[in-house]
């Protein structure tokens, strides 16, 4: 390939190099900074040879590349008339909607695995009851319902950790504010009247469990509060008086200010959805069901998380069951590409991402891994999620707990038996639009179909672990890029001792100056990234200490780079390591082992040549 050719592409369609604030580059991706996203033509950049995907994420432009990328980057900075890790006085910060997206998206993300527990646990047990396998009286009932309910109930006391991590504050503070929106002193004043007073200024008494509208507020004014008081208080007593004094100030204020408005904001946006819904019901749902998918695929959909929260908390949502046909739009081109495909390679990779899709709601993999890459199946999921929307938007279906939508979910949606024919209904449609008009596009048939293409006769080859920790599916990584399969399969694992070692003899092809990701292509060919934490570029190598260099030989076991795994959590990345094959083409498949933890030396990969 020529790295150079695919530079001047990418710096032409990204608007040029005057278009250009910055450029960095992380393990798999250019990360550009413009100064006028409109002017990207991210569309001709994702048709170019070479290139996996197009992300806007964070107020980034990000180019998609694979293991290559720092041979493209290298290009790139040799043509463009700016220099490396470049900045500018005009580098764009991010529109107000772009931030605030970003930060709602960061602050539910670490929550969405307890949202996905709880809320099918909730689901099981009305459905439970409803057979009378279960009584509402029992101990039983009420112990397994405390479990599901409590990251609901206590949503602000969650949100107010994650949201100041997401803020660069102390998350143990903003949880404490949370906390104190529920703590008994406050809320038994509610069973005295609605009303009281905080030092003669008068108090509207609220009820804040499940809220999320008045956590958000507060614990924004409270990270830009702590930063004024770092500033102006002596670092000696710093410790206990910052904490302090942001405690009495911002509690107060959230009760008397920050947290009635908050509601009533809420409340207002609920209303307005439930009047829409109301004069058009059909209108409504099928533009949300149609829009779902793009809105996730653009990471939007987490503007309206907080507003499907809190309707739920007032009794009912009807966007939530509006936008679950989008989803279930989605599990049924999955299924359609499963049924129609006779490629054994794609028709596995329908059938791994339909199940968690139909079963646990988890449809990211369906998204970035066949819609994306089929892109003849896009207008099949946004019409088959417009008929399911329209459906439920209609005969006014709701949501009345908080549960991915999948099949094991229904009964977190009322009316029961209405909502089931809304989203079968876009299930079906999509499975049988693309049955009936296919999926492939002629030009990805004639790329497949070449002999090159085709892989060898079948041998195998066994990848040992790196690090000593527990096991993830790659589709549970909170990336995009790597869960979706586009940099190739793999598997991830959770450290727990900050040592990587090399898990094959071969020669160490990439190492990123900042240490967190290294590329290994072993004596056979295969081509391993070691990715160790999520967008920990952005430490540019703080806590990494590679023990290697790039060209080095290394044995099965060597010593790769010491990392601190406390202190990068501390500053707010995750340490999950992938580890991706990223020649998967090359390779008939490759085969996760099925163990929960593995130590070094234990084989996590099977390589189907």
Same mark, same amino acid.
């Given at each position: 390939?020529?790295?150079?050719?695919?530079?001047?592409?990418?710096?032409?369609?990204?608007?040029?190099?005057?278009?250009?604030?910055?450029?960095?580059?992380?393990?798999?991706?250019?990360?550009?900074?413009? @100064?006028d996203n409109k002017k990207a033509q991210k569309t001709e950049i994702q048709n170019l040879?070479? %290139?996996?995907?197009?992300?806007?994420?964070?107020?980034?432009?990000?180019?998609?590349? $694979?293991?290559?990328? !720092? !041979?493209?980057?290298?290009? %790139?900075? @040799?043509?463009?008339?700016?220099?490396?890790? !470049?900045?500018s006085t005009d580098e764009p910060k991010g529109t107000i909607m772009s931030i605030i997206f970003e930060t709602v998206s960061r602050s539910f993300s670490p929550l969405i695995g307890a949202f996905a527990g709880a809320g099918m646990l909730k689901a099981i047990l009305t459905v439970l009851v409803s057979l009378g396998w279960l009584s509402q009286e029992s101990g039983t009932y009420h112990i397994l319902s405390a479990a599901?309910?409590?990251?609901?109930?206590?949503?602000?006391?969650?949100?107010?950790?994650?949201?100041?991590? @997401?803020?660069?504050?102390?998350p143990f503070v903003g949880g404490t504010i949370g906390a104190a929106l529920l703590e008994p002193n406050l809320t038994g004043l509610l069973a005295e009247g609605k009303t009281t007073s905080f030092l003669s200024v008068p108090v509207v008494l609220m009820d804040y469990s499940s809220s999320v509208f008045p956590i958000f507020i507060a614990v924004s004014i409270y990270a830009v509060l702590e930063k004024f008081l770092k500033k102006v208080i002596h670092k000696d007593v710093q410790m206990f008086l910052v904490p302090m004094l942001s405690l009495a100030i911002i509690v107060p204020l959230t009760v008397i200010a920050f947290g009635p408005f908050g509601v009533y904001a809420g409340n207002a946006i609920g209303s307005g959805i439930s009047f829409l819904s109301a004069k058009s019901g059909i209108l409504t749902?099928? &533009?949300l069901g149609a829009a779902w998918t793009f809105l996730t695929i653009f990471g939007l959909h987490w503007a309206l998380v907080p507003i499907?929260?809190?309707?739920?908390?007032? #009794? $009912?949502?009807?966007?939530?069951?509006?936008?679950?046909?989008?989803?279930?739009?989605?599990?049924? &081109?999955?299924?359609?590409?499963?049924? @129609?495909?006779?490629?054994?390679?794609?028709?596995?990779?329908?059938?791994s991402t339909a199940v968690p899709g139909l079963l646990a709601g988890v449809t990211e993999p369906i998204i970035y891994g066949l819609v994306l890459r089929f892109k003849r199946t896009v207008p099949y999921v946004? %019409?088959?999620?417009?008929?399911? #929307?329209?459906?439920?938007?209609?005969?006014?279906?709701?949501? %009345?707990?908080?549960?991915?939508?999948?099949?094991?979910?229904?009964?977190?949606?009322?009316?029961?038996?209405?909502?089931?024919? #809304?989203?079968?209904?876009a299930l079906v449609c999509g499975a049988l639009l693309t049955i009936l008009f296919g999926f492939e596009d002629k030009k990805q048939q004639e790329i497949e179909n070449k002999p090159e293409n085709k892989p060898s006769l079948m041998k195998k080859a066994s990848i040992?672990?790196?690090?000593?920790?527990?096991?993830?599916?790659?589709?549970?990584?909170?990336?995009?890029v790597f869960s979706s399969g586009a940099l190739g399969k793999g598997i991830a694992i959770e450290p727990n001792t900050g040592n990587a070692f090399s898990p094959v003899d071969g020669v160490v092809s990439t190492l990123f100056?900042? $240490?967190?990701a290294i590329g290994i292509t072993s004596e056979e060919g295969i081509e391993i990234l070691i990715h160790i934490g999520i967008d920990t570029v952005q430490l540019d190598g703080k806590y990494y200490d590679p023990q290697i260099k790039q060209g080095d030989k290394v044995k099965q076991g060597d010593l790769l780079v010491n990392f601190d795994i406390e202190r990068i959590r501390e500053a707010g990345y995750q340490v999950t390591t992938p580890i991706i094959i990223t020649n998967t083409v090359n390779y008939l498949d490759v085969i996760p082992t099925d163990a929960e933890r593995v130590a070094l030396d234990d084989y996590i990969l099977t390589i189907v040549k």
């Amino acid at each position: 390939m020529s790295y150079d050719k695919l530079a001047k592409d990418i710096l032409q369609f990204v608007g040029g190099d005057q278009n250009v604030s910055s450029l960095v580059h992380c393990a798999t991706r250019l990360r550009f900074k413009l @100064k006028d996203n409109k002017k990207a033509q991210k569309t001709e950049i994702q048709n170019l040879t070479g %290139i996996l995907s197009v992300v806007e994420s964070g107020g980034q432009f990000q180019v998609v590349v $694979g293991s290559h990328v !720092s !041979s493209v980057y290298e290009e %790139i900075i @040799k043509i463009g008339n700016f220099g490396k890790n !470049s900045s500018s006085t005009d580098e764009p910060k991010g529109t107000i909607m772009s931030i605030i997206f970003e930060t709602v998206s960061r602050s539910f993300s670490p929550l969405i695995g307890a949202f996905a527990g709880a809320g099918m646990l909730k689901a099981i047990l009305t459905v439970l009851v409803s057979l009378g396998w279960l009584s509402q009286e029992s101990g039983t009932y009420h112990i397994l319902s405390a479990a599901g309910n409590a990251v609901f109930y206590f949503l602000p006391i969650m949100l107010g950790i994650t949201l100041a991590t @997401k803020l660069g504050a102390n998350p143990f503070v903003g949880g404490t504010i949370g906390a104190a929106l529920l703590e008994p002193n406050l809320t038994g004043l509610l069973a005295e009247g609605k009303t009281t007073s905080f030092l003669s200024v008068p108090v509207v008494l609220m009820d804040y469990s499940s809220s999320v509208f008045p956590i958000f507020i507060a614990v924004s004014i409270y990270a830009v509060l702590e930063k004024f008081l770092k500033k102006v208080i002596h670092k000696d007593v710093q410790m206990f008086l910052v904490p302090m004094l942001s405690l009495a100030i911002i509690v107060p204020l959230t009760v008397i200010a920050f947290g009635p408005f908050g509601v009533y904001a809420g409340n207002a946006i609920g209303s307005g959805i439930s009047f829409l819904s109301a004069k058009s019901g059909i209108l409504t749902g099928a &533009v949300l069901g149609a829009a779902w998918t793009f809105l996730t695929i653009f990471g939007l959909h987490w503007a309206l998380v907080p507003i499907i929260l809190a309707n739920i908390a007032a #009794g $009912g949502d009807p966007i939530f069951a509006m936008v679950a046909s989008g989803v279930f739009a989605q599990m049924g &081109v999955a299924l359609g590409i499963f049924l @129609k495909t006779k490629d054994k390679q794609v028709k596995a990779l329908a059938g791994s991402t339909a199940v968690p899709g139909l079963l646990a709601g988890v449809t990211e993999p369906i998204i970035y891994g066949l819609v994306l890459r089929f892109k003849r199946t896009v207008p099949y999921v946004a %019409i088959a999620g417009a008929v399911g #929307g329209a459906i439920n938007g209609l005969l006014g279906v709701k949501g %009345i707990t908080f549960a991915f939508p999948s099949l094991l979910s229904i009964s977190a949606f009322s009316p029961v038996g209405t909502y089931t024919i #809304g989203v079968l209904a876009a299930l079906v449609c999509g499975a049988l639009l693309t049955i009936l008009f296919g999926f492939e596009d002629k030009k990805q048939q004639e790329i497949e179909n070449k002999p090159e293409n085709k892989p060898s006769l079948m041998k195998k080859a066994s990848i040992v672990s790196p690090l000593t920790g527990d096991v993830k599916l790659l589709n549970q990584v909170n990336d995009q890029v790597f869960s979706s399969g586009a940099l190739g399969k793999g598997i991830a694992i959770e450290p727990n001792t900050g040592n990587a070692f090399s898990p094959v003899d071969g020669v160490v092809s990439t190492l990123f100056p900042t $240490g967190h990701a290294i590329g290994i292509t072993s004596e056979e060919g295969i081509e391993i990234l070691i990715h160790i934490g999520i967008d920990t570029v952005q430490l540019d190598g703080k806590y990494y200490d590679p023990q290697i260099k790039q060209g080095d030989k290394v044995k099965q076991g060597d010593l790769l780079v010491n990392f601190d795994i406390e202190r990068i959590r501390e500053a707010g990345y995750q340490v999950t390591t992938p580890i991706i094959i990223t020649n998967t083409v090359n390779y008939l498949d490759v085969i996760p082992t099925d163990a929960e933890r593995v130590a070094l030396d234990d084989y996590i990969l099977t390589i189907v040549k």
